[in-house]
Structure formats: structure tokens, C-alpha cells
């Protein structure tokens, strides 16, 4: 077998491969195609079931404007309340970054501080928590309110306890923080029901923080009163302070 026959075997070997290749994908598409046939005939009977009326109303609901519109809404509710936390969260980290290291600070400040702290923690609650709050200032009335007379983040440790400590998941769980200031009286009341795995449950835990009966040793003695207890799973703290001259 001379070098030309051999060129000529694998010519007419190559072409018989390209002719096999060509058949089989002749025959993919053509079922493809036919699949493809049915399936549009199926989807033309389907339509032509339907009235004109229906078929109006099935492309408007493709696109319903209204949808789009509760969308936009939703989004940009979002957005303001991160914006809306943001803020508060700047306003918490420059009085602790800043006023706090002054010695004392205004009631009229800790009160802000506390108000602004609340709000963080309520972003995280479910919209359906029971979640009640109250502030009853006297603010016109008071000489006191403005003037540096409050060791600051007093209010710090019970409203933070409050949020951590609470059961988030019982149909009866609540959170309530009731904050007043008259006369020269710093009042703060924070109840909640407590959690099971909190270690608010057990008695002998220690209920609060240590530091702050320490602070208010050194800072008011005589001057105020701390009451923290737990009944019925339902933890309560009591601060009161007096800020008024004797």
C-alpha cells in the first residue's frame, strides 16, 4: 500500500465520522424540535380556553403595579430605619465616647442617652413584641435638668439587662421601661419577663450588676434607692435617684 492509497483511506475515514456526527445530531434536533412542537400546540390549547377577559387579567397580574409599589415601600422602609438606627447608634457612641468622661453630665443628657439606647435595642424585637415605654420629664420646670448633677451611664445597666435578659418567645413576654424626672428625682422602673435560660432565674446569681450599687455607694449615700427582684418569672428593677440640693 503505497503513501497515496493510505491518504485516501483516511480521507474516506474522516468523512464517513463527520457523516455519522451529522446523522445523530440531525436526529437530537429533530426530536428536540418536535418536543418543542408539542409543547407550544399544548400551550396554544390552553390559551384559546381561556377568554379574553381572563386573559387580560392574567397578563395584568404579571406585572401588577400595586405589587411593585408595596415593594418600593417595603425597601425603603428599610432603609430609613437603618438610617434611623445609624443615627441613634452615633448619638450613643459620642456620649460615651465623649460626655461620659466628663465627671458629671446633665440629667437632660442621661435621659437622651437612655432614649437613644432603647431605640437600638428595639430594632432587633419583633414588630409584635409587647414593648412599652414611657418618659415623663419635667423639663421646663426643673433647674436641675440642665445642670451637670448625674454621674453619667446610670441608666446603662438595667435598660441593657432588660433587653438581654428577656424571654423574646412566650405569647406573654413584654419588656417595660418607665423613666421620670421631677423635682430634681431621677425615677427608672424596667420589668420583664425573663428568659428560662437566663441566669436571672436563679436566685443566688446575683440579680444586676454589682458596679452599679458600688457607684451609687460612692457617688449618693443616702441619696438613693435600688430594688431588684424576681416574681413570677418576671424580673423588676427599681433605681431612684435624688439630684436636688439639700
Known amino acids: 500500500m503505497n503513501m497515496t492509497t493510505e491518504i485516501f483511506y483516511i480521507i474516506i475515514l474522516i468523512l464517513l465520522t463527520i457523516v455519522v456526527v451529522l446523522s445523530g445530531l440531525y436526529i437530537v434536533l429533530k426530536q428536540k424540535y418536535k418536543k418543542l412542537a408539542g409543547e407550544n400546540k399544548r400551550q396554544k390549547e390552553l390559551f384559546n380556553r381561556m377568554d379574553n377577559g381572563k386573559m387580560e387579567h392574567f397578563h395584568r397580574a404579571q406585572l401588577n403595579p400595586h405589587l411593585l409599589k408595596n415593594s418600593l415601600n417595603g425597601i425603603l422602609s428599610h432603609a430609613y430605619q437603618t438610617y434611623y438606627t445609624m443615627d441613634k447608634l452615633a448619638m450613643v457612641l459620642d456620649y460615651v465616647l465623649y460626655e461620659s468622661e466628663d465627671e458629671l453630665v446633665s440629667p437632660k443628657a442621661e435621659i437622651e442617652f437612655a432614649r437613644n439606647l432603647i431605640e437600638i435595642n428595639k430594632v432587633k424585637l419583633s414588630p409584635l413584641f409587647d414593648i412599652r415605654v414611657k418618659f415623663d420629664v419635667d423639663e421646663l420646670d426643673d433647674a436641675v435638668f440642665d445642670t451637670p448633677?448625674?454621674?453619667?451611664?446610670?441608666?446603662?445597666?438595667?435598660?441593657?439587662?432588660a433587653f438581654k435578659h428577656a424571654d423574646f418567645h412566650?405569647?406573654?413576654?413584654f419588656i417595660s421601661i418607665n423613666m421620670t424626672f421631677r423635682n430634681g428625682v431621677l425615677d427608672l422602673v424596667v420589668s420583664n419577663r425573663i428568659s428560662k435560660r437566663s441566669p436571672l432565674q436563679k436566685?443566688?446569681?446575683?440579680?444586676?450588676?454589682?458596679?452599679?450599687?458600688?457607684?451609687?455607694?460612692?457617688y449618693y449615700p443616702g441619696k438613693h434607692r435600688l430594688d431588684r427582684f424576681v416574681e413570677h418569672d418576671v424580673y423588676s428593677a427599681h433605681l431612684q435617684i435624688r439630684l436636688y440640693a439639700d
Open 149 to 161: 448633677t448625674l454621674v453619667p451611664l446610670m441608666t446603662v445597666d438595667l435598660i441593657e439587662n
Open 170 to 173: 412566650s405569647a406573654d413576654s
Open 203 to 218: 436566685q443566688k446569681s446575683g440579680i444586676g450588676s454589682k458596679t452599679l450599687e458600688e457607684c451609687l455607694m460612692l
